[in-house]
């Protein structure tokens, strides 16, 4: 299973996506931030610290649980969106 999940979050655009060999993978503005391989263990977890306007820091991060295909995305802690990559 691959693809991918868009958002916006301020005037940011990002992208969760998931590699054919299962690396889950955090885009920032079209460029990689964080890549994480497949393991044994579950969640897959990548993340960036984002400085928006005025040295104001968001905390973006992505979990995804491959055997239930469960992707979860939070902003400073708070659920952003919940989504999978089923097609």
């Known amino acids: 299973m691959s693809g991918s ?11 969760i996506a998931l590699s054919d060999e299962g690396a889950l993978e955090l885009y920032l503005d079209g460029c ?26 968001h905390y973006i991060e992505a979990r995804y649980w491959a055997s239930v295909d469960d992707l979860q995305i939070t902003v400073n802690g708070a659920p952003l969106l919940k989504g999978s990559f089923k097609n």
């Open 32 to 57: 990689l931030r964080k890549k994480r391989e497949r393991g044994a263990k579950e969640p897959q977890y990548v993340w960036t610290n984002v400085e928006l306007e005025w040295e104001e820091h």
């Open 5 to 15: 999940i868009s958002f916006s979050h301020r005037h940011k655009d990002f992208e």
